[in-house]
């Protein structure tokens, strides 16, 4: 059935603009397969603006602090909106890194030892043995990621930055060599696993996320049966665990150096999934079957209130 969905786009996080590139390829697919859409880049005034528009429903392509934290989800359950992807508890558990992990954890999913504190007092001296990671607690699109290599002398000096901007807690976390994988979960459904090769990358940044041509998807990943069911069976046990709905996107680093059985790692959970043209969930969604198009109608008709 046909409704008018406003697709909320944009923000104000460090991610708005693939926020407004998801925003707009998501307001094409819906348009495309009949919906009345109405694009809303969101500033401060989006319950005023939400409240005049009336949608039958929101697609929410916001990603980062504000979209994908519990904000945006909040003002919609105020207005009684239906919308897409994680309510506001999941959405504010899954984006903060240190209390995910726990319940990830507590769900049976493994997980790398971290420490969390202010990033003050990660920059004089290494709080874990190189190389780590050091991650802020609640950013996306690896934004303020810093990898720590075992001929590191001391950690690295940004952290003393006056303008830092990703927020004074930080998560060290031990790091895990291997290949990143990835695997989506629509509904209660996991999908495909996806081994991401980023092309000219240390390792999978934000530019090699939303480059074209700045990494390669393999799906389905070329490793062991075994392993792939063991991603599907812990990207699922996450979302449960969190409490998602919708479609989620879980990471992982893989280390298969020393043979096929070798360390899995779950890294996080992404609630707001990248929806660009070169995004890992439309890629991993067609492989199952899943047009752009059906995938994005899918999630207008999954949305509700009360998620």
């Known amino acids: 059935m046909a409704k008018h969905v406003a697709v909320l786009m944009g923000g104000f996080s460090s991610e708005r603009p693939v926020s407004l590139s998801s ?61 897409t992807h994680s309510g506001v508890l999941a959405s504010a558990l899954s984006m903060h890194k240190e209390r995910a992990k726990i319940v990830a954890k507590s769900a049976g999913v493994p997980v790398a030892e971290a420490r969390v504190l202010h990033r003050l007092d990660a920059a004089p001296a290494h709080v874990l043995s190189p190389p780590y990671v050091i991650k802020p607690v609640a950013e996306g699109s690896s934004f303020g990621v810093l990898i720590v290599r075992e001929d590191q002398s001391k950690p690295p000096q940004e952290l003393y930055s006056a303008d830092w901007p990703y927020g004074d807690r930080v998560m060290v976390e031990r790091y895990v060599h291997g290949r990143e994988l990835t695997c989506a979960v629509m509904g209660d459904v996991a999908l495909d696993v996806c081994e991401i090769v980023p092309e000219g990358h240390a390792f999978y940044d934000y530019e090699s996320k939303y480059a074209a041509g700045g990494s390669r998807h393999v799906v389905p990943a070329e490793i062991p049966k075994s392993v792939a069911r063991r991603v599907q069976e812990h990207s699922l046990a996450a979302h449960k665990a969190m409490g998602c709905r919708g479609v989620t996107r879980s990471d992982f680093r893989y280390d298969d150096r020393f043979g096929e059985g070798g360390e899995l790692i779950w890294l996080e959970i992404n609630t707001q999934p990248g929806m660009t043209p070169t995004s890992l969930v439309p890629d991993i969604a067609r492989v199952a079957g899943h047009s752009f198009e059906e995938l994005v109608g899918w999630m207008v008709e999954d949305a509700s209130c009360d998620r």
């Open 23 to 83: 925003g707009n390829a998501c307001a094409d697919a819906l348009e495309a397969v009949g919906h009345t859409v109405t694009r809303l880049d969101v500033g401060r005034d989006v319950a005023a603006r939400l409240a005049e528009i009336a949608p039958d429903a929101a697609f929410n392509a916001l990603h980062g602090p504000y979209g994908e934290d519990g904000t945006i989800q909040g003002i919609l359950e105020y207005l009684q909106i239906p919308y």
